[in-house]
T-cell receptor
Framework: GQQLNQSPQSMFIQEGEDVSMNCTSS?????WLWYKQDPGEGPVLLIA???AGELTSNGRLTAQFGITRKDSFLNISASIPSDVGIYFC????????????WGAGTKLIIKP | DGGITQSPKYLFRKEGQNVTLSCEQN?????MYWYRQDPGQGLRLIYYSQIVNDFQKGDIAEGYSVSREKKESFPLTVTSAQKNPTAFYLCASTSFNIQYFGAGTRLSVL
């Protein structure tokens, strides 16, 4: 079945650094979603991408829908302490309009 | 405010006991979902429902049951058959492929 491979699994960063993470699949996705989960809370949608090559920003966050439609990238500029959390990519599988396939998440940790 | 409400926030289960997690939404969404999240893990689908009085098993349905008698409500019962129930449980509803989540219920075993 379709799977999403998300990397890196975790990142230790200094405040102020830029962050990059990505999500790849062996099959095509028509929509890419990026969510953030704060500790002890449910995931919240950050950015939705619907078109190959699309580049969308939300404040310091920028996400791109890969040209091949098999990957997506999320960048965070000038990280701050509240960026800590788990970032998930997700997308609807080919054969369903109701379900999402989820990446395993990238955990962002700020170095003290 | 529109949203998804999960209760309780924390729940403790004794061995052999069934417990029910509540999920209510006022977003008028047709489809609702239950996920399980283990520490350091992603989201695994337990059950989902596309319409009232209908639901389907997800990837890890064994030991769980659901009902969907009302559009707004999708409760999850963790039965005694679920031998490893300790996890964070998330309820979601969907609109145009985007899922919206509740704040979660953390279930622990006494």
């Amino acid at each position: 079945g379709q799977q999403l491979n998300q990397s890196p699994q975790s990142m230790f960063i200094q405040e102020g650094e830029d962050v990059s993470m990505n999500c790849t699949s062996s099959s095509i996705f028509n929509t890419w979603l990026w969510y953030k989960q704060d500790p002890g809370e449910g995931p919240v949608l950050l950015i939705a991408l619907y078109k190959a090559g699309e580049l969308t920003s939300n404040g310091r966050l920028t996400a791109q829908f890969g040209i091949t439609r098999k990957d997506s990238f999320l960048n965070i500029s000038a990280s701050i302490p509240s960026d800590v959390g788990i970032y998930f990519c997700a997308g609807p599988p080919r054969d369903s309009n109701y379900q999402l396939i989820w990446g395993a998440g990238t955990k962002l940790i700020i170095k003290p | 405010d529109g949203g998804i409400t999960q209760s309780p926030k924390y729940l403790f289960r004794k061995e052999g006991q069934n417990v029910t997690l509540s999920c209510e939404q006022n977003l008028n969404h047709d489809a609702m979902y239950w996920y399980r999240q283990d520490p350091g893990q992603g989201l695994r689908l337990i059950y989902y429902s596309q319409i009232v009085n209908d639901f389907q098993k997800g990837d890890i349905a064994e030991g769980y049951s659901v009902s969907r008698e009302k559009k707004e409500s999708f409760p999850l019962t963790v039965t005694s058959a679920q031998k490893n129930p300790t996890a964070f449980y998330l309820c979601a509803s969907t609109s145009f492929n985007i899922q919206y989540f509740g704040a979660g219920t953390r279930l622990s075993v006494l």
